[in-house]
């Protein structure tokens, strides 16, 4: 009996061992001077319903991201962020419209061409900590600066494509945007199981609430796995101003993802993401004679894979 006592703690003192040792501690281990890459492509598909009439506008997103580490102080990194290349389309009953940073064809003189091109190639500043919280992103508004220069006399068109491109791009907007390449690790230590949840907003062209819920599936010593799911919203009483109307936005959803990270650095090795949103948007305008609502739907479906 006391073989067999001892054989018992020596086996529970076994697996006590083996989950302290299967527990981590997941951070963003980057070296100073090395650069690291994402590739980014992002397909969303909207549905929208005006006055009876069914209406889909497509619209594509893509490029290659690079994050340069300059310096560490802390628990925070510095960084300098580029957009080696990027893809634009939109797809709609009213417009089309494309850019592609690669086609050496297009035309120059484009304001979209001249715009985003402007963008390409820009050094953006991105701080962030070690668990990967956005801290800091610099640049966006210098880019719309640029845009006053390049477009020389027609000042008018150069103010349209600065709102247009503050609609989307901005230092603010950016670090909501980017938190979904960043993912946020937990402060406490991780084991199989694990679960964690990290909310963040997007601000531009409306506000949006995120709430991102983590689980850990399998962890080895070159790559863990995550999925999770969670949930979207726009913030309650959420408008914008847009050529003469309001539009007030009422808009929840979900949204699901998969993730595999580098194990030692923490870089995401591949991101996939779903999220869908649906609801109405009410528009009024002084040539209603009652606020007009259109149902909506979207769907996002984004990979981002490192390179």
């Keep these: 009996m006391k073989k067999l006592n001892w054989m018992v703690l020596v086996a529970i003192m076994v697996i006590a061992t083996l989950n302290v040792s299967a527990q981590n501690t997941l951070r963003y281990k980057l070296k100073i001077g090395q650069t690291y890459g994402l590739k980014q492509m992002t397909v969303q598909n909207i549905e929208q319903n005006i ?56 035309d120059a003189s484009n304001p979209l061409n001249k ?40 000042q008018q068109q150069a103010e349209m494509m600065k709102k247009q491109l503050g609609s989307q791009f901005s230092d603010e907007n950016m670090k909501g945007s980017l938190s979904t390449m960043f993912i946020v690790y937990p402060e406490e230590k991780i084991k199989v199981g694990t679960k964690w949840t990290h909310n963040s907003q997007v601000k531009k062209p409306v506000t949006i609430n995120n709430v991102f819920n983590y689980t850990v599936d399998q962890m080895g010593k070159e790559n863990v796995s995550l999925s999770g799911s969670g949930t979207m919203a726009t913030e309650e009483g959420q408008t914008m101003q847009q050529m003469g109307m309001t539009q007030h936005f009422d808009l929840k959803g979900d949204l699901s993802f998969t993730a595999s990270v580098d194990a030692k650095t923490g870089w995401p090795s591949e991101i996939k993401m779903n999220q869908n949103l649906d609801g109405v948007v ?26």
């Design 115 to 154: 715009t985003f091109d402007l963008i390409v190639g820009h050094k953006f500043l991105l701080k962030f900590d070690d668990r990967g919280n956005i801290l800091e992103v610099k640049g966006f508004e210098a880019v719309g600066d640029k845009i006053t220069n390049t477009f020389g006399e027609n």
């Design 51 to 106: 006055s009876g009439m069914t209406q889909n506008i497509k619209n594509t997103l893509g490029g290659d991201i690079t994050v340069t580490i300059l310096e560490k102080n802390g628990d925070v990194y510095s960084s300098e962020m580029i957009f080696k290349s990027m893809i634009f389309k939109m797809e709609s009953p009213m417009m089309n419209m494309s850019y592609d940073s690669t086609d050496e064809t297009a």
């Design 282 to 307: 009410a528009i009024e305008s002084p040539q209603l004679a009652t606020p007009m609502e259109m149902p909506m739907k979207i769907n996002s479906e984004s990979t981002f894979t490192s390179f």
